[in-house]
């Protein structure tokens, strides 16, 4: 072979190099691109996941708080909620209207956005202490206060999150 027939032949071989280095970059750059679009999916999902939890423990610690309301006292032991108590103190009536509270500043993590709410309703009469109706004229503990309570957590763009728990009132023991 001469001296020009080898530089002929080294000059087409440099021209497949590089459409095969290219190729290669090519296939790189889309692995690199499939890798990043995926770690941003991932926080995408634990940011959410996140938020979630936060909505979560924020509406247990409405429903927990609203419960408080309710078996802390006040005259809902002996006393029918009507339609000023649901409008001032959030304890409604069977049937009315959400009347929906929210939970005092410092009560709920600062994390979420806008406060946990809550919404108590009077359900009627329930079960009792055992053996308080059995004497005549049956006694204030024969029968005790049943509530629905609804809590949730919402807020624009975040997960929303509503629970709900039925309570019966304490009723203190007879003679105590």
């Known amino acids: 072979?001469?001296?020009?027939?080898r530089i002929h032949s080294r000059d087409r071989?440099?021209?497949?190099?590089?459409?095969?280095v290219l190729v290669l970059l090519v296939a790189v750059s889309v692995l690199g691109i499939a890798v990043l679009r995926?770690?941003?999916?991932?926080?995408r999902m634990s940011a959410n996941l996140r938020d979630r939890n936060l909505?979560?423990?924020?509406?247990e610690a409405a429903l927990r708080y609203a419960q408080n309301e309710v078996l802390g006292g006040g005259d809902w032991d002996t006393t029918e909620p009507d339609a000023t108590s649901c409008a001032n103190q959030g304890i409604c009536p069977t049937g009315s209207a959400p009347n929906w509270q929210a939970?005092?500043?410092g009560t709920y993590d600062d994390q979420i956005p806008d406060p946990p709410e809550y919404w108590i309703e009077y359900l009627g009469q329930g079960p009792a202490q055992k053996g308080s109706c059995d004497q005549l004229?049956?006694?204030?503990?024969?029968?005790?206060?049943m509530y629905r309570i609804t809590a949730r957590t919402r807020s624009e763009g975040r997960a929303n999150v509503m629970m709900q728990a039925n309570v019966i009132s304490r009723i203190p023991d007879p003679g105590t």
Do not use: K, N, R
């Open 13 to 20: 071989q440099g021209g497949v190099s590089l459409v095969v």
């Open 137 to 145: 004229p049956p006694s204030l503990d024969c029968f005790s206060p």
């Open 38 to 43: 995926s770690s941003a999916m991932q926080e």
């Open 55 to 59: 909505a979560v423990q924020a509406t």
């Open 1 to 5: 072979m001469t001296h020009d027939a």
């Open 103 to 105: 939970m005092p500043a």
